[in-house]
């Protein structure tokens, strides 16, 4: 876990000095996430949960004002209703298999937007920008994914709602 705490640790900072860009941040977690990939996700395997009824949500860290990190795994085809996020919103990204996110700015407008990791690596969202849905668009393979929330999403350790 000492990675987990290691980027816990960049998030205190983060949130207690509130004085550096969320540009800053993302290209600080993308460093953070690229120098140990591999050995991140090997980690990671050891945490995440699947469900075959519904993608299934485990919380890492969890600081109960401030911020959370929470693992999700996904079963082929599983995915999200259209949701909203926390005042602070939400950083996440994709550390294996690939997601799909639907964007939608209101008034039923949407667009839809595919990554891949590491390509489209660091994802932002929060209400400004809109709602989204995210579903694991593979017929055949899992998918695994890294959410920040700030303030924490979640009241449970692990949830399928
Ligand atoms: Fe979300």
């Known amino acids: 876990m000492e990675k987990i705490l290691d980027l816990s640790s960049h998030l205190d900072e983060f949130f207690t000095t509130g004085n550096e860009s969320l540009e800053n941040f993302e290209n600080g977690l993308q460093e953070w996430l ?5 050995g991140l996700i090997t980690l990671l395997h050891r945490f995440v949960k699947y469900d075959k009824d519904k993608y299934c949500r485990s919380i890492l860290y969890k600081e ?9 795994g ?6 999200t209703s259209i949701h909203g996020h926390p005042s602070g919103g939400c950083l996440f990204t994709c550390l294996e298999g690939e997601l799909q996110e639907t964007l939608y700015h209101g008034m ?16 932002f969202i929060d209400d400004t920008h809109g709602k989204h849905a995210v579903v694991c ?3 055949a ?3 695994m994914s890294l959410h920040i929330y700030a303030p924490p ?7 399928t709602t």
């Open 141 to 143: 393979t899992r998918s």
């Open 153 to 159: 999403f979640s009241t449970t350790t692990t949830t």
């Open 74 to 79: 996904w079963e082929p085809g599983q995915g």
């Open 137 to 139: 668009p593979s017929e």
């Open 34 to 38: 690229r120098q140990d990939t591999t």
């Open 64 to 72: 109960d004002d401030r911020f959370e990190i929470v693992l999700i």
């Open 108 to 123: 039923g407008q949407s667009t839809s937007t595919r990554f891949l990791f590491p390509e489209d690596s660091i994802r």
